[in-house]
């Protein structure tokens, strides 16, 4: 149960002598109607002001199995003596039916982050949880367990990119609020690692800078920027109310990171080894998530079963498998973009060049080939469809004869690692047996909105008709940004002239901010994009914008008439009980 021996260390008086305060200032302060407080009454403890908590960064369950979750938590305390901290896991908010608990003792080690995974669970149950420490409890949070055996229907929301200093993060807020959500899927760039003179300096909306103001280099930058996360009102309530499912990005690291080395790693910052162990280290202590390897926390490539009804297939692009990235060397010809675009030809078209790294294909084409479910999800960080520039059938690659046609924008997605893209078609196609049909490829990354068709040629009509899908044998999401900007490199292009060049597109959107909602039967898979109204301060407005849906065995994308119809009967929401919504 994650349980771990108890050590004399840090106790509720010096706790409090330490923050200042003693015990009849906590007894006037808990009396007090201006604050609200975090726990009912018990024999043994008081209700004290959510002000005053040591669990000042929430509460997170992540990476649910059917008999098993993960349950997370952290004290805010400076010492670096050990504290013992109780949990319970219940069937009701109530917490009448404890179905498991414990005490786990946290230090300065582990940066006093609690993480128990919690086994013995039932399948498809929500379950509810709570920490207490220092005579404080904490808020209570809900999990909920994966299904088992015959599913008929899930829903999922999905999430990337959340840049403090370029909104708030309303998207979090909204997805807290649907109840019905079997979990959490966050594709990375969770935090940002830039100082305050860096990325969203000259935004910084509503007075919101990052902690540390530098750059996050040392393994305190990294821990002091989760916890500055962490904080966050939204984000506490989104993690409080469903399970995440995770996978890091670049700028869990830093920006366009790769397994030796990064853009954004400079002169004088180190180490690139030691740097990102620190972000790595960070991760696991302040993230729900369980290593699927024990002890090597560079993994983190894992797969979830759904019952009968999906296999999510969580990758990483980023960091363990992944070769530098190569500059475009071709001037960008469109009216209005900078840069460079490239061609699949020369050091790009190396045969050598890895996005995943043996070990991960090799598990990638094991969980696809192996797969019963119904539907296959691929949950990963960039764009795996083409974006061109410059839209060429393959044909005409006269530079690299049996290469991708036509121009690229963006080196750092898919695009930029052609042949480790060729091999995951040839998984998806078969390897010369049969296709493996329902693969939906989840994406975050690019601060935008897509939906498209997966085709080795979509500029080719003989290969792939853009007018009814034929030839597709896949299709692709890109969930927008909480709040991170959009992709100004193709402003100019525009939404309608990028689906011209690259017919295979079906939706686009370079603005918005928001989520991706998944709903899921055994007949099909409907995406949803939904965007809130704001981020340049807090809001409450959402709209759907664009649904699409993929028929089983079909492949392909099609419009949806309107948002899909939400469970009936949720479970109960986790109850709030702090700083007023």
């Avoid at 207490?132 to 994966?146: C, E, M, P, W, Y």
């Avoid at 926390?297 to 894992?302: D, F, K, L, P, Q």
């Avoid at 691929?378 to 290469?403: D, Y």
């Avoid at 969930?479 to 597109?505: C, F, Q, Y």
Wanted: include cysteine.
């Amino acid at each position: 149960m994650g349980q771990r021996k108890s050590r004399r260390g840090l106790s509720r008086r010096s706790f409090l002598r330490r923050i200042g305060l003693g015990g009849a200032a906590v007894g006037a302060v808990a009396g007090s109607t201006a604050t609200v407080s975090i726990a009912a009454s018990t024999s043994d403890k008081k209700a004290i002001s959510q002000a005053l908590s040591p669990f000042q960064h929430g509460v997170a369950s992540g990476d649910p199995l059917q008999n098993a979750l993960i349950i997370w938590t952290r004290l805010s305390v400076e010492d670096r003596l050990p504290c013992d901290v109780s949990w319970e896991v219940a069937e009701s908010p109530s917490f009448s039916s404890t179905v498991a608990q414990g005490v786990f003792t946290t230090d300065s080690s582990r940066d006093h982050t609690v993480k128990i995974d919690v086994t013995g669970l039932s399948p498809e149950t929500s379950y509810y949880y709570r920490f207490s420490a220092l005579d404080f409890v904490s808020q209570i949070g809900r999990g909920r367990t994966l299904p088992q055996g015959g599913v008929d229907h899930l829903r999922l929301a999905v999430l990337s990119c959340a840049s403090i200093p370029h909104g708030f993060f309303n998207a979090y807020r909204r997805v807290a609020e649907r109840p019905d959500l079997d979990c959490v899927i966050h594709l990375g760039d969770y935090i940002y690692e830039y100082g305050n003179d860096g990325y969203g300096s000259d935004v910084q909306a509503g007075g919101r800078i990052y902690e540390p103001s530098h750059e996050m280099v040392s393994l305190s930058d990294y821990r002091r920027r989760h916890a500055q996360y962490k904080r966050d009102l939204d984000l506490q309530r989104c993690h409080q109310q469903h399970p995440f499912i995770c996978v890091w990005d670049d700028h869990e690291f830093t920006n366009d990171a790769w397994i030796d080395g990064a853009e954004n790693h400079n002169d004088g910052e180190g180490d690139w080894a030691q740097r990102s162990s620190f972000a790595l280290q960070a991760y696991s202590e302040w993230m729900p998530i369980r290593l699927p390897e024990p002890g090597n926390r560079a993994r983190i490539y894992r797969q979830f079963r759904f019952g009968d009804l999906l296999d999510l297939i969580m990758l990483d692009t980023r960091f363990v498998g992944r070769d530098q990235q190569q500059a475009g060397s071709i001037p960008a010809q469109t009216p209005g973009l900078g840069g460079f675009g490239f061609i699949d030809a020369g050091d790009i078209a190396s045969p050598d060049r890895g996005l995943l790294g043996d070990a991960q294909t090799q598990f990638l084409s094991t969980a696809l080939s192996s797969s019963s479910a119904q539907w296959r999800f691929l949950g990963q960080q960039v764009m795996f469809g083409q974006l061109k520039l410059i839209g060429e059938p393959n044909a005409l690659n006269i530079t690299n004869p049996g290469g991708q046609g036509g121009i690229f924008l963006n080196t750092d997605q898919w695009d930029g690692y052609p042949r480790a893209r060729e091999e995951v078609w040839k998984m998806i196609r078969g390897n010369g047996g049969a296709a493996v049909d329902n693969v939906v490829v989840l994406t975050g990354d690019i601060h935008t909105a897509w939906s498209m068709d997966i085709n080795e040629d979509p500029n080719n009509p003989i290969a792939y008709n853009p007018l009814d899908g034929s030839g597709s044998m896949a299709v692709e999401f890109v969930a927008t940004s909480v709040s991170s900007p959009g992709l100004d490199e193709v402003r100019e292009l525009g939404e309608e002239g990028l689906k011209i060049v690259n017919p295979h597109m079906k939706y686009i959107n370079l603005r918005e901010h928001g989520y991706l909602l998944l709903d899921l039967t055994p007949e099909r898979c409907q995406g949803e994009h939904w965007f809130v109204d704001a981020i340049d301060g807090p809001s409450r407005g959402e709209s759907l914008a664009a649904a699409h849906f993929t028929a089983s065995g079909e492949n392909r994308l099609q419009s949806a008439a309107g948002a899909s119809a939400a469970k009936a009967n949720p479970p109960a929401p986790a109850p709030y009980e702090g700083i007023p919504l």
